[in-house]
């Protein structure tokens, strides 16, 4: 019976180190880095789902083809993200990607037309959360991540503005 206590006691402590281990991993990264690790990770998820969409459900051929560059894009950004957040050791909540509910219900011209506005909104705030996060952020790396994709995603509003002007959809 004293063995088993030992043995108990011992279990309980080491499952408590290892468990401050992990509470201190990510406790040396800072709230805002990680705030906008989590929101890029999801966004940058949400991008390639309706991506996805938007490649098989378009009817426009430029809806289409930015579909297709929001695939490639948004994983590429993605991958980089997740090596910086593995060598971190960065836990993010896991939560599907989310596409709006009338987006997976519209066709045609109708889709077209939402995941325009969609995309032009979204990226326009993306934008300024990579900005932000650009000039502002403590973590070197993820600072660094966030500089370097800012190129692609002022690319991407031109693009989707652009779309949008030639299809006459109205943008927030």
Same mark, same amino acid.
């Given at each position: 019976?004293?063995?088993?206590?030992?043995?108990? &006691?011992? +279990?309980? *402590?080491?499952?408590?180190?290892?468990?401050?281990?992990?509470?201190? &991993?990510?406790?040396?990264?800072?709230? @805002?880095?990680?705030?906008?690790?989590?929101? +890029?990770?999801?966004?940058?998820?949400?991008? #390639?789902?309706?991506?996805?969409?938007?490649? *098989?459900? &378009?009817?426009?051929?430029?809806? !289409?083809?930015?579909?297709?560059?929001?695939? /490639?894009?948004?994983? =590429?950004?993605?991958?980089?993200?997740?090596?910086?957040? !593995?060598? !971190? +050791?960065?836990?993010?909540?896991?939560?599907?990607?989310?596409?709006?509910?009338?987006?997976?219900?519209?066709?045609? &011209?109708?889709?077209?037309?939402?995941? #325009?506005?969609?995309?032009?909104?979204?990226?326009?705030?993306?934008?300024?959360?990579?900005?932000? +996060?650009? /000039? /502002?952020?403590?973590?070197?790396?993820?600072?660094?991540?966030?500089?370097?994709?800012?190129?692609?995603?002022?690319?991407?509003?031109?693009?989707? !503005? @652009?779309?949008?002007?030639?299809? =006459?959809? /109205?943008?927030?």
């Amino acid at each position: 019976m004293k063995k088993l206590i030992i043995l108990l &006691a011992t +279990a309980g *402590t080491l499952s408590a180190h290892c468990a401050l281990a992990q509470v201190n &991993a990510s406790a040396a990264i800072d709230t @805002a880095t990680l705030n906008f690790v989590s929101k +890029a990770t999801h966004g940058g998820m949400m991008e #390639v789902t309706a991506g996805r969409l938007a490649a *098989t459900k &378009a009817q426009s051929a430029d809806v !289409k083809a930015f579909g297709e560059r929001m695939v /490639s894009d948004h994983s =590429k950004a993605n991958e980089k993200l997740m090596g910086i957040v !593995k060598t !971190k +050791a960065i836990t993010i909540p896991d939560m599907p990607p989310m596409t709006d509910e009338m987006l997976n219900r519209a066709t045609g &011209a109708d889709f077209d037309r939402q995941y #325009v506005q969609m995309m032009v909104k979204d990226h326009e705030k993306t934008v300024a959360m990579f900005e932000k +996060a650009a /000039s /502002s952020l403590p973590d070197k790396d993820v600072k660094m991540f966030a500089t370097e994709t800012l190129p692609t995603l002022r690319s991407h509003v031109q693009q989707i !503005k @652009a779309i949008a002007a030639k299809m =006459k959809i /109205s943008t927030p």
